[in-house]
């Protein structure tokens, strides 16, 4: 059974950071931070091959955002620097046994493709 508990959110002004971790127990391939604003399609951030380099992020995200993982506290991290106020929604970390290439490929991969969710957490960002 794997569980996820995801923590750092909080709230920051516009160009602030923000560190986000998923903290996950049991195995996995393919671990992905996605978020969800009020109102709004649950939409993929961020995803990352475990023990590989894959990676893959949206557009919205490319250059501000970086995934990453410490394997040796089975914990990936997303980095979140020059934040905007359109970044404002609650952030889930995701995980399922995916290929390399469907993680991290392509468009990335989108929530269907994840079974294993966490409880999310806040993330809200003032102009």
């Known amino acids: 059974q794997v569980q996820l508990v995801e923590s750092g959110g909080g709230s920051v002004q516009a160009g602030g950071s923000l560190r986000l971790s998923c903290v996950f127990s049991g195995r996995s391939k393919c671990m992905a931070w996605f978020r969800q604003a009020p109102g709004k399609e649950r939409e993929g951030v961020a995803t990352i091959y475990l023990g590989g380099v894959n990676t893959y992020y949206a557009d919205s995200v490319k250059g501000r955002f970086t995934i990453s993982q410490d394997n040796a506290k089975n914990t990936v991290y997303l980095q979140m620097n020059s934040l905007k106020p359109e970044d404002t929604a609650m952030y889930y970390c995701?995980?399922?046994?995916?290929?390399?290439?469907?993680?991290?490929?392509?468009?990335?991969?989108?929530?269907?493709?994840?079974?294993?969710w966490g409880q999310g957490t806040q993330v809200t960002v003032s102009s």
């Open positions: 995701a995980t399922d046994f995916l290929s390399a290439y469907a993680c991290s490929g392509g468009s990335g991969p989108g929530s269907k493709a994840f079974g294993y």
